[in-house]
C-alpha cells in the first residue's frame, strides 16, 4: 500500500522555468491538498480539490496551477518559477477517517 | 493574530520526562484539533486528533482540549530521544473542503 506518491523527491529550477509536481494516492480518497512548507512558516495550503473534479484556491495560490485529473491524481504546475517558491511541497489526501496522509515531499529549489 | 500559534522552541526536556507542547487557536467555530510529528526532513504524521473538551489519552501521548480558552496541548509521558521532532497543531477549517491550518510547529528535543 503506497499512499501518497509524490514525484520529484527534488528539483532545481532556473527563474522562468516551468514543472510540474505529481501526486497520486491509491486509497480511494476523495480529497486531495498541496501545501509548502518554509521555515517558520509552518505549513500553507495552495490548492486544493475536494473531490473529483473541483478545485479551489488555498491561502497561497499565486504563481501556481493544480489539476485533479482524476481521483487518484492531484498536480501542482509552476507556470514561470520564482527563487519565492523555494521551499518543500508537500501533497496530502483524506478520506472519510480523520486526519491527512503525507506524501514524502518534493524539496523544490529554484535559482 | 496567526489562526494557528504554537512556540516554536526549542524545547529541551530530559528522557523520561513529560513534554508538555502548546497550541492556540482563534477560530472559535473550530470543531477538530490535531497533532502531527515530523521528523527532520521527513513528512508529517498524525499522532492524535481531539474534538471534545477535555482530555484524550493514547499511550504515552495525551491530547487536551479547551475550547473556551481556545487552547489545545500534547502531553508526551516517559518521552524518549526518538520523540525528539517538530510537532505541528491544526485545526480544521471547514467542512466542506476538510482544509486544515498548521501551526509553525514546536521542535522538541528530549536529552538523553
Known amino acids: 500500500n503506497a499512499g501518497v506518491t509524490q514525484t520529484p523527491k527534488f528539483q532545481v529550477l532556473k527563474t522562468g522555468q516551468s514543472m510540474t509536481l505529481q501526486c497520486a494516492q491509491d486509497m480511494n480518497h476523495n480529497s486531495m491538498y498541496w501545501y509548502r512548507q518554509d521555515p517558520g512558516m509552518g505549513l500553507r495550503l495552495i490548492y486544493y480539490s475536494a473531490s473529483e473534479g473541483t478545485t479551489d484556491k488555498g491561502e497561497v495560490p499565486n504563481g501556481y496551477n493544480v489539476s485533479r485529473l482524476n481521483k487518484r491524481e492531484f498536480s501542482l504546475r509552476l507556470e514561470s518559477a520564482a527563487p519565492s517558491q523555494t521551499s518543500v511541497y508537500f501533497c496530502?489526501?483524506?478520506?472519510?477517517?480523520?486526519?491527512?496522509?503525507f506524501g514524502s515531499g518534493t524539496r523544490l529549489t529554484v535559482v | 493574530q496567526k489562526e494557528v500559534e504554537q512556540n516554536s522552541g526549542p524545547l529541551s526536556v530530559p528522557e523520561g520526562a513529560i513534554a508538555s507542547l502548546n497550541c492556540t487557536y482563534s477560530d472559535r467555530g473550530s470543531q477538530s484539533f490535531f497533532w502531527y510529528r515530523q521528523y527532520s526532513g521527513k513528512s508529517p504524521e498524525l499522532i492524535m486528533f481531539i474534538y471534545s473538551n477535555g482530555d484524550k489519552e493514547d499511550g504515552r501521548f495525551t491530547a487536551q482540549l479547551n475550547k473556551a480558552s481556545q487552547y489545545v496541548s500534547l502531553l508526551i509521558r516517559d518521552s524518549q530521544p526518538s520523540d525528539s521532532a517538530t510537532y505541528l497543531c491544526?485545526?480544521?477549517?471547514?467542512?466542506?473542503?476538510?482544509?486544515?491550518?498548521f501551526g509553525p510547529g514546536t521542535r522538541l528535543s528530549v536529552l538523553p
Open positions: 496530502a489526501s483524506k478520506g472519510i477517517s480523520q486526519g491527512y496522509t
Open positions: 491544526a485545526v480544521k477549517r471547514d467542512n466542506y473542503g476538510q482544509n486544515f491550518v
